[in-house]
């Protein structure tokens, strides 16, 4: 893998910061990659815009995303604020129940009701960002057992066992 460039990004408490860890640990230490991970915050602590960026490298690598090869969007507003760097190959995964104006033209535009799993899976919407990553787990070909062990790794287990609920669910869509 040359160069691999991940945006995470959504409203404040969606979890894209939680994603952005949980991406990083995979790739840094299970698959032994350089990595570097970015974190933006707007203003508001819930409800702003927020992303989390990773880059995935085999060497050292410069520290800035400059064309996502995916973006996950959790909100309408994310999905316009950080799409401006996108090109053709670049894959979007976006939460059908919240992004609703997604331009139809893109070629590998994968839109999954990810909220909507996670109430129905766990009971509970706060879990839809583990439902992606189930997804992209899935998109990406990452083997699904060495994610779900840095979500047994990195997760209190207060709240494991809701967590691997939604990404199961996430992982089973057919994007």
């Known amino acids: 893998m040359d160069n691999f460039q991940l945006r995470f990004a959504g409203t404040g408490g969606q979890g894209m910061m939680l994603i952005g860890d949980l991406m990083a640990y995979y790739y840094g230490i299970i698959d032994n990659k350089q990595i570097v991970l970015l974190k933006s915050y707007g203003p508001e602590a819930r409800g702003g815009a927020c992303r989390s960026e990773l880059i995935v490298d085999e060497e050292e690598c410069y520290p800035a995303v400059t064309c996502p090869d995916l973006l996950l969007a959790m909100s309408e507003q994310s999905y316009h604020l950080y799409t401006e760097d996108i090109d053709e190959d670049t894959i979007i995964l976006v939460d059908s129940e919240l992004v609703r104006d997604v331009d139809e033209t893109h070629p590998h535009t994968y839109k999954v009701p990810m909220t909507e799993i996670a109430k129905e899976t766990t009971g509970k919407a706060i879990c839809a960002n583990i439902v992606a990553l189930g997804v992209m787990t899935k998109l990406l ?35």
């Not at 779900?148 to 994007?175: C, H, M, S, W």
């Open 141 to 175: 070909k990452i083997n699904p057992d060495d994610m779900l062990g840095v979500l047994k790794t990195k997760l209190p287990a207060r709240i494991l066992d809701i967590n691997l609920k939604a990404f199961q669910a996430g992982y089973e869509v057919e994007p």
